[in-house]
T-cell receptor, first 111, second 115 residues
């Protein structure tokens, strides 16, 4: 059970920002939020992760709600290469390292 | 540029045959994962190892699947005997897992077709 909820699909226009939502209302205090994406015919790749504070890296930003029951992955300027399935994952507290993938959001980017 | 490698990339076999998939994790990573992906089930975690010791293989059908790490540079996933329902893409991933950091690096996958 992935215990996260994401829309099945979203569309975006190239060079526009994209906000991908994720609900994780049962998240515990020690669970991190991870985002991975899977480009067509490739393995998943890490995007970003966070615990409480908003996070930025070269790929994206992660905005975490104050109550931690939801988060949003932000792609600042979508490119055609960003078309992929985006997975929001609860990383269970502790150092086990295992991730439970849900169905994800399929992002389409239009030129 | 360190990356996870998997062999073979594609495998077509007949039902009942043994299949062995291999994975070379990134040097220095302490955890290796095996996943299976199908259209119906999505990405499923089959098993994972920490410092070569099996941590959890509860996602794996025990009667026909086995996973091992004979050394730090090689992880194997074996299916014997294979069945058509095993057709899927099998991914290996590795990571230097520690508290709060579950970043995993995935290989390109092995696409298995069992006829």
């Amino acid at each position: 059970d992935a215990k996260t909820t994401q829309p099945n699909s979203m569309e975006s226009n190239e060079e526009e920002p994209v906000h991908l939502p994720c609900n994780h209302s049962t998240i515990s205090g020690t669970d991190y939020i991870h985002w991975y994406r899977q480009l067509p015919s490739q393995g998943p790749e890490y995007v970003i992760h966070g615990l409480t504070s908003n996070v930025n890296n070269r790929m994206a930003s992660l905005a975490i709600a104050e109550d931690r029951k939801s988060s949003t992955l932000i792609l600042h300027r979508a490119t055609l290469r960003d078309a992929a399935v985006y997975y929001c994952i609860r990383g269970y507290g502790g150092s086990q390292g295992n991730l439970i993938f849900g169905k994800g959001t399929k992002l389409s980017v239009k030129p | 540029d360190a990356r996870v490698t998997q062999t073979p990339r594609h495998k077509v076999t007949e039902m009942g045959q043994e299949v062995t998939m291999r994975c070379q994790p990134i040097l220095g990573h302490n955890t290796v994962f095996w996943y299976r992906q199908t259209m119906m089930q999505g990405l499923e975690l089959l098993a994972y190892f920490r410092n070569r010791a099996p941590l959890d293989d509860s996602g794996m059908p025990k009667d026909r699947f086995s996973a091992e790490m004979p050394d730090a540079t090689l992880a194997t996933l074996k299916i014997q005997p294979s069945e058509p329902r095993d057709s899927a893409v099998y991914f290996c991933a590795s990571g230097l897992v520690r508290l709060g950091n579950n970043e995993q690096f995935f290989g390109p996958g092995t696409r298995l077709t069992v006829l």
